[in-house]
């Protein structure tokens, strides 16, 4: 049975699966499409760390593509799908903001605009330092943002409905403007399971809407040249960089 009074999406993982495989999120290829951006800068990498795993869902395509791929993220209860459906990639609870797992990667990534989730310039500053100090010099940094300012459309208005293992699922969102900084998305969902009836739920999301700038800034403050590419990812585009050797 849902708590419906304390939670959200993030604590449930095998809803949080069930909403984003019926609305089709192709994880193969932006899984393929990050490893080509990484390949083609670190042509030998063989380690990725995936920031903000989730349940895994990218996890899994990198696991045939590198030797060592372990994941992070902040909600136990995507975690624990990941650790059902992926027992051999470690993954761990953690805050993007001031991990700490003393080793380096060849590569991390930070997908899906988890990103987004940071407030303020301060805290990107910081999560891009923290991720530094986790990627080899010559190593590689993806990540992929949330809405830039200019692009967000305020009164956007989302809705899925799908059914996996006899369990049917809808969501309905809501995008408004917070405020000058940051979008508020207000999501609704309907769980209905034979035997169990139909339960509801909702949280609201408050992501930053940063700006290509300020991504720039971080992630040159952090020691790394950037690149913004478009085109092979869908969503809103990937940052890219490389951490100088000297960094």
Known sequence: MIDQENIGIYDVG?????????RGKDYRGESAAVTRHIRSRHPR????????????????YFAEDFTVVEGLDLT??????????????PVQCGDMRSFELGRRFDAVVCLFATIGNLVGQDELDTT????????????????EPWWFPENFTPGHVGGSVTTVDGR?????SHAVRDSETASRMNVHYLVAESGKGVQHF???HVLSLYGREQFEKAFEQAGFSVEYVEGDYNGNGLFVGVKRENA
Do not use: Q, W
């Not at 095998?14 to 019926?22: L, T």
């Not at 891009?128 to 990540?143: N, Q, Y």
């Not at 049917?168 to 309905?172: G, H, N, Q």
């Open 14 to 22: 095998d809803i949080y699966d069930a909403i984003y495989g019926g």
């Open 45 to 60: 990498a063989a380690s990725v760390l995936d920031v903000g795993c989730g349940t895994g869902g990218h996890l899994k």
């Open 76 to 89: 136990e209860g995507m975690l624990d799908v990941a650790r059902r459906n992926l027992p051999e990639i």
């Open 128 to 143: 891009l330092s923290t991720f530094a100090r986790h990627v080899v010099p010559g190593g590689v940094l993806v990540i």
């Open 168 to 172: 049917t699922v809808a969501r309905v």
């Open 202 to 204: 909702a949280d609201v």
